[in-house]
């Protein structure tokens, strides 16, 4: 069960993030990924990242951040050869994965319909920002794009900074997860049974928007439309962020006994009983008074204090770190989250990358190998079709691969 998706064999053929991500997932679950680049440039991602060496390397970090694992092959599909030699490839592929605008596959003579006929039993997902129909299909679209549609940036920050930008590709991110549980799920579900055909059609603006729960269902049920709060939680309060005497501090005392064990923590007992903060709704309705006295007395003590305090006392709270703190903690360093390849090729230094979020038996999911330079695998994966060393050569020349 440590490599779930072992045996199953994957085309990348994505691009960027949200198809990548995807297939990250299915190869830290064990599946054989294939990814399929265009040949003298490859994914847009290995020119991406913020080391400018790396991106004229085409090893960017934008591109390592989600292809460990992963095998390289270069086909050029707008020639005959390399349809071919892609559909080739499909015979033996049990999952085509891709991220291209609705219906360039296709005008490439390589989209579900043809592909099927080489292999019946395909598994075949398209990401893309509006999904296979509706009006907004053709659209271009990115993660700021899908951010700001689906109501995202209209409820991230507060009242003076909204609407902004989720600070990561979260819509792109979202997708790619989205589209990897659909796969493993069409995989899981032909188990046991003749293999047949499936077609994946998943929208990131419909990923998103499904993932945003209470803000939707406030709305859909309640006809509340949710509002930017900044740090403040829509449901609780104290549940939010504070200044401390040192650094910012995450309370979340969603429960009565929990508003009142910060109470006692803080030496500020009277606050339990005063008509304001008592009740539930009465905090809710009060919540700025009640952070203006809770901070006065968080002043007394750092964040990291406070945290442990409270958490002792059974009330969730937590320092707010950076990105280079939050790696750094033992909770994370220690649980395999992080892997490290060594003397990377096309890169020439060890690199450090995110897993998965997933732990198996307890293990970490993790890959063999780093990820691979444009086309590192291509006369390998030739060969395994049969094709000798002469026809390789031809196909270089007439720049197929």
């Not at 949710?226 to 829509?234: A, D, I, L, S």
């Amino acid at each position: 069960m440590d490599r779930p998706l072992e045996g199953y064999r994957v085309l990348d053929l994505t691009n960027v993030l949200a198809g990548p991500f995807c297939c990250h997932q299915l190869a830290h679950m064990g599946a054989e990924v294939i990814k399929v680049e265009v040949p003298g440039s490859g994914d847009l991602a290995r020119q991406l990242g913020a080391d400018a060496e790396l991106n004229h390397k085409h090893m960017g970090v934008s591109f390592l951040a989600q292809n460990a694992g992963k095998k390289s092959i270069t086909l050029n599909l707008k020639n005959p050869r390399g349809k071919d030699l892609l559909r080739r490839l499909v015979r033996r592929a049990d999952v085509v994965v891709e991220n291209f605008r609705p219906g360039v596959m296709d005008r490439l003579e390589v989209g579900f319909e043809n592909l099927k006929q080489h292999n019946p039993g395909l598994i075949y997902c398209a990401v893309s920002g509006f999904g296979q129909d509706g009006p907004l299909r053709d659209l271009p679209a990115y993660d700021q794009i899908v951010q700001g549609m689906s109501g995202v940036m209209s409820i991230t920050g507060d009242p003076d900074s909204a609407p902004l930008r989720v600070g990561y590709p979260v819509a792109d991110t979202i997708g790619g997860i989205t589209a990897a549980f659909a796969v493993a799920a069409a995989l899981a579900g032909r188990r046991g049974q003749a293999q047949t055909g499936c077609f994946i059609d998943v929208s990131m603006l419909e990923a998103v928007l499904a993932t945003m729960g209470w803000a939707v269902s406030n709305y859909l049920v309640a006809g509340r439309e949710p509002t930017p709060m900044g740090n403040q939680n829509v449901t609780a309060s104290p549940s939010a962020t504070f200044a401390t005497g040192d650094g910012l501090l995450n309370i979340a005392a969603n429960k009565q006994q929990q508003f009142e064990s910060v109470c006692d923590i803080v030496e500020r007992s009277e606050l339990k009983t005063d008509a304001r903060f008592a009740e539930r709704q009465a905090r809710l309705e009060h919540r700025l008074e009640l952070t203006q006295e809770l901070e006065a007395a968080l002043a007394g003590r750092s964040a990291r204090e406070w945290q442990a305090r409270l958490n002792a006392a059974g009330v969730p709270a937590g320092c707010v770190l950076s990105v280079a703190q939050s790696l750094g903690q033992p909770q994370i360093r220690d649980r395999g989250m992080i892997g490290e390849f060594r003397d990377v090729p096309g890169v020439g230094r060890d690199i450090r990358l995110v897993r998965t979020g997933i732990k198996l038996n307890r293990r970490a999911l993790a890959v063999d190998s780093p990820p691979p330079t444009l086309g590192q695998h291509t006369v390998e994966i030739l060969k395994e079709l049969g094709i000798e060393d002469r026809e390789i050569d031809a196909l270089r020349h007439e720049e197929v691969i």
